[in-house]
Protein backbone atom coordinates (compact mmCIF):
# COMPACT_ATOMS: atom_id res chain seq x y z
CA UNK A 1 0.00 0.00 0.00
CA UNK A 2 1.04 3.77 -0.26
CA UNK A 3 0.30 6.50 1.55
CA UNK A 4 0.39 10.18 0.49
CA UNK A 5 3.00 12.74 0.83
CA UNK A 6 6.98 11.93 1.98
CA UNK A 7 6.36 9.67 5.22
CA UNK A 8 5.92 6.11 5.32
CA UNK A 9 2.74 5.06 7.57
CA UNK A 10 2.52 2.14 9.93
CA UNK A 11 -0.38 -0.37 9.56
CA UNK A 12 -2.05 -1.79 12.33
CA UNK A 13 -0.61 -4.77 11.20
CA UNK A 14 2.67 -3.88 11.66
CA UNK A 15 3.60 -3.38 8.07
CA UNK A 16 4.58 0.10 6.27
CA UNK A 17 2.77 1.70 3.74
CA UNK A 18 4.96 3.15 1.49
CA UNK A 19 4.58 7.36 1.16
CA UNK A 20 3.54 7.71 -2.46
CA UNK A 21 6.23 10.64 -3.53
CA UNK A 22 9.47 8.29 -2.32
CA UNK A 23 11.42 7.02 -5.73
CA UNK A 24 10.15 3.43 -6.41
CA UNK A 25 13.72 1.98 -5.01
CA UNK A 26 12.16 3.53 -1.89
CA UNK A 27 8.48 1.65 -2.27
CA UNK A 28 10.55 -1.92 -3.27
CA UNK A 29 12.44 -1.92 0.06
CA UNK A 30 9.67 -0.73 1.95
CA UNK A 31 7.43 -3.60 0.52
CA UNK A 32 10.07 -6.16 -0.02
CA UNK A 33 10.46 -5.94 4.15
CA UNK A 34 6.89 -5.97 4.33
CA UNK A 35 7.23 -9.22 2.79
CA UNK A 36 8.81 -10.79 5.86
CA UNK A 37 6.82 -9.76 8.57
CA UNK A 38 5.87 -13.04 9.37
CA UNK A 39 8.54 -14.70 8.98
CA UNK A 40 10.81 -15.91 11.82
CA UNK A 41 14.30 -14.64 13.14
CA UNK A 42 17.07 -17.25 12.11
CA UNK A 43 20.44 -16.70 12.78
CA UNK A 44 21.97 -16.52 8.86
CA UNK A 45 19.28 -16.33 7.53
CA UNK A 46 18.98 -14.80 4.20
CA UNK A 47 22.50 -14.50 3.13
CA UNK A 48 22.58 -16.94 0.33
CA UNK A 49 23.27 -15.50 -2.99
CA UNK A 50 20.05 -16.02 -3.90
CA UNK A 51 18.63 -13.54 -1.04
CA UNK A 52 16.45 -16.94 -0.05
CA UNK A 53 14.80 -15.52 3.28
CA UNK A 54 11.92 -18.23 2.94
CA UNK A 55 12.59 -19.98 6.48
CA UNK A 56 13.30 -16.99 7.86
CA UNK A 57 16.21 -13.97 8.35
CA UNK A 58 18.60 -12.43 10.59
CA UNK A 59 18.79 -8.67 10.63
CA UNK A 60 21.87 -8.18 8.28
CA UNK A 61 19.92 -10.62 6.06
CA UNK A 62 16.53 -8.44 6.35
CA UNK A 63 18.22 -5.49 5.42
CA UNK A 64 19.88 -6.88 2.40
CA UNK A 65 17.13 -8.41 1.24
CA UNK A 66 15.11 -4.75 1.01
CA UNK A 67 18.14 -3.42 -0.39
CA UNK A 68 17.90 -6.41 -2.70
CA UNK A 69 14.56 -4.96 -3.51
CA UNK A 70 15.58 -1.63 -4.22
CA UNK A 71 18.42 -3.09 -7.18
CA UNK A 72 20.84 -1.15 -4.77
CA UNK A 73 22.72 -4.46 -3.40
CA UNK A 74 23.94 -7.29 -5.53
CA UNK A 75 25.42 -9.91 -2.41
CA UNK A 76 24.18 -9.88 1.19
CA UNK A 77 26.22 -8.36 3.71
CA UNK A 78 26.70 -8.78 7.23
CA UNK A 79 26.53 -6.72 9.78
CA UNK A 80 30.52 -5.80 9.91
CA UNK A 81 30.47 -4.61 6.20
CA UNK A 82 27.19 -2.47 6.72
CA UNK A 83 28.86 0.09 8.99
CA UNK A 84 30.96 0.92 5.88
CA UNK A 85 28.03 0.69 3.27
CA UNK A 86 26.99 3.81 1.29
CA UNK A 87 27.91 6.99 1.98
CA UNK A 88 27.95 8.66 5.53
CA UNK A 89 25.20 11.13 6.29
CA UNK A 90 21.48 11.77 6.39
CA UNK A 91 19.97 10.18 3.35
CA UNK A 92 17.25 11.63 1.22
CA UNK A 93 14.98 8.85 1.81
Given at each position: ????????????????????????????A??????M????YL?????????????G????????????????????L????????????????
Amino acid sequence: PEVPGDKAVLQADGTAAAPANAPDQVKQAIWAANSMQKLPYLYGGGHSLDFDVSKGADCSGTISFALRAAEVLDAPLPSGPFMRWGEKGKGEW
